[in-house]
């Protein structure tokens, strides 16, 4: 029903270009998070999308119209924005009703939709309150709602809940998850929180200075990155990377050597690769196997212990090669302890020196 | 101990500093209140109540005329000023084009302009548009040619300065707003109306104060392009009180007239003072 099609699209500001020949195919009714470190082109993205910012190149079209040269309100969008922007002299209603009255609505339809929007974010108990009056997460709610009663095609959240403390967030993260299924919306979600990420998006979008470093289910992009980038930003704490040379190569599985301990023979092939190449092999603290039995294995002295109660983080190092590994909550593991590490050969990951990963 | 020390520091320092604000304004208010003989005798009390003075400024003097001269003026320049300056501002803390900064510079440039150096230009072009005036309407309105033209010019002196001030008070409304205003649906000329307007009213009646005071103190054109005693603004009427005899500096009534032009001055400014600057986007963002 509003399929969102981004084609070669380039933002330049001034000499600098930050969204290059971004193409990108939004499916209807999804929920896409954009994710990305600051400066990356994201908050750009979504604004080109809701008409804020012009397009030096390339189309967008939302519905299979081209939308380029069509002002915010006929894009039948709605955009929530981090600092909330509520307008401070109108009460919550107001807020709520404002697009409707300008969109010259009965009486009766306004004061329908905007009740059922507060009954859906809770809200109905301060509709007459200014939004000085509310808290954090109740100006967030309002935010919402004020999209909502527009009934658009394409919701575009940006950073949505990262004023909110801690707890807030979790809530609301759960919140939107649920409202994406009750109002069947295309929902656009900047954020640099890969965890929302994670949480709540059908499909992730990994920007990189301006171009699509990867696009695919939140497990995809976690199991299979397609390049260093995306393995490091997904994930938390972040996959470790040692640096290691190919050994030698076969059909199916390549043999990487690990520090000079031991050797290992991942099941991934790349065809531009060769025996001598430094590679980078990845694998996630998750994975790690703690004196236990594996593939390939590494000892190492415990510099950190990070006990959380469901896993503990051991922080290692040898030769400069820093490396985490979890283990249970209740190790009895202290610092100074040495430690043998396993790697589970299927659990590994293959990069090259330009970054792009092994298949 | 230190802190009694402190504490009696503190206030004597801030008594100084009152005493110093306050006591001409409060010799002003005795002097005025005082008959012809009593102004002469220096006293911290007055002796005598006595509305003599007041008396013959509002009913025997034609101070109210010049009062309300001085309140047409300042209304006009004010509305006009605040109005040209609001939209002015918009596009300059908005609109992106080309040379902006530099207009900003210049605007800052020209309200550096001392009054006395245009003065000889500006009396010349007031002969030409007494002229033209002249020429269009008849003799029954020509009393508010100079009134028109004092209009004028402080529009003209004012709006550099009104534009400054709400340029800057405008670049601090946040962008969101008014990108959630556009998402919506509103035009521009809609945000101005709706958004902008009363988030900015704390800020256009601070402006409007200040722009009000600079008019109803302005002595240099008022003077020079007023002829007749009808058309005299506030401060020109009190320098032309004359007492009953060559040699007599009307005090009391000098006095009496000061504190009647002061008075509305410090009444709005203590009734607004609450709302100027404070809570210009109070809720509407994160904090």
Redesign the interface.
């Known amino acids: 029903m509003a399929d969102i099609n981004i084609n070669t699209v380039n933002k330049y500001f001034g000499d600098v270009h930050v969204i290059k020949d971004v193409s990108l195919d939004i499916k209807s009714q999804s929920f896409t998070v954009l994710v990305g470190p600051s400066g990356c082109g994201k908050s750009t993205m979504l604004r080109m999308i809701a008409g804020l910012e012009d397009i030096n190149s390339g189309t967008i079209s939302i519905d299979g119209q081209v939308v380029n040269d069509l002002p915010p309100k006929q894009r039948n969008i709605a955009m929530v924005f981090q600092s909330y922007a509520l307008y401070p002299h109108m009460t919550v209603f107001d807020n709520m009703a404002f697009g409707l009255k300008l969109e010259k609505r009965s009486k009766d339809e306004i004061n329908e939709r905007v009740n059922e929007a507060a009954r859906i974010l809770q809200i109905e108990d301060y509709l007459q309150r200014k939004p000085k009056q509310l808290s954090g997460g109740q100006r967030q709610r309002v935010a919402i709602g004020r999209a909502i009663t527009r009934k658009p095609k394409v919701f575009l959240f940006d950073e949505p809940l990262s004023n909110l403390d801690a707890a807030l967030r979790v809530q609301m993260r759960v919140e939107l998850a649920k409202l994406h299924n009750e109002l069947e919306a295309t929902m656009i979600y900047v954020t640099h929180d890969q965890t929302e990420a994670m949480t709540l998006a059908d499909d992730i979008v990994v920007l990189d200075t301006g171009i699509v470093s990867q696009k695919g289910s939140p497990l995809e992009l976690y199991d299979k990155p397609n390049n260093m980038f995306v393995g490091g930003f997904i994930g938390s704490p972040k996959m470790n990377f040692i640096s290691s040379k190919i050994l030698s190569k076969s059909s199916d599985a390549t043999e990487v050597d690990i520090m000079g301990m031991s050797k290992i023979s991942i099941p991934k092939m790349s065809a531009s690769s060769s025996e001598g190449d430094s590679v980078s092999l990845g694998i996630r603290p998750e994975h790690l196997v703690v004196n236990g039995d594996s593939d390939g294995s590494w000892e190492s002295k415990v510099f950190v212990v990070e006990k959380l109660g469901d896993v503990t983080y051991l922080y290692l190092e040898k030769d400069g090669e820093p490396l985490v590994a979890e283990t249970e909550g209740h190790s009895e593991i202290k610092v100074g302890d040495t430690v043998k590490v396993g790697f589970p050969a299927g659990r590994c990951q293959l990069f090259d020196s330009s970054g792009q990963a092994f298949k | 101990m230190n802190k009694v020390y402190d504490k009696i520091f503190k206030y004597s320092l801030q008594m100084i500093v009152i005493i110093f604000c306050v006591f001409p304004f409060y010799y002003s208010v005795m002097t005025s209140l005082e008959g012809s003989s009593a102004v002469f005798e220096p006293n911290f009390f007055p002796t005598e109540i006595n509305p003599k003075n007041y008396n013959y400024l509002l009913f025997e003097h034609n101070f109210p005329q010049t009062i309300l001269n001085s309140l047409f003026v300042a209304t006009v320049t004010v509305s006009i000023s605040i109005t040209i300056s609001y939209f002015a501002a918009w596009s300059l803390s908005r609109v992106n084009f080309k040379g902006r900064s530099m207009f900003l510079f210049v605007i800052l440039a020209i309200s550096m302009f001392p009054q006395i150096a245009v003065l000889t230009g500006m009396y010349q072009l007031f002969l030409n548009f007494k002229d033209f005036y002249f020429n269009i309407f008849d003799l029954r309105v020509k009393g508010v040619t100079s009134l028109l033209w004092l209009c004028f010019t402080y529009t003209m002196f004012n709006i550099p300065f009104t534009v400054w001030v709400l340029t800057t008070f405008m670049k601090g409304v946040?962008k969101?707003?008014e990108?959630?205003?556009?998402?919506?649906?509103?035009s521009s000329f809609?945000i101005l109306r709706k958004?902008f307007l009363?988030?900015m009213t704390p800020a256009i009646f601070t402006t409007a104060i200040m722009a009000m005071i600079a008019v109803w103190n302005e002595f240099l054109f008022a003077l020079t392009f007023t002829a007749t005693n009808s058309d005299r603004t506030i401060t020109v009427g009190i320098a032309l009180i004359n007492g009953t005899i060559e040699y007599e500096v009307p005090w009391g009534s000098i006095m009496a007239a000061s504190v009647i032009v002061t008075v509305p001055l410090v009444i709005i400014t203590l009734l607004l003072q609450g709302r100027i600057m404070s809570?210009l986007?109070?809720?509407?963002?994160?904090g």
């Open positions: 946040p969101e707003i990108e959630a205003a556009i998402v919506d649906g509103a809609l958004i009363p988030i809570g986007t109070a809720g509407s963002i994160k």
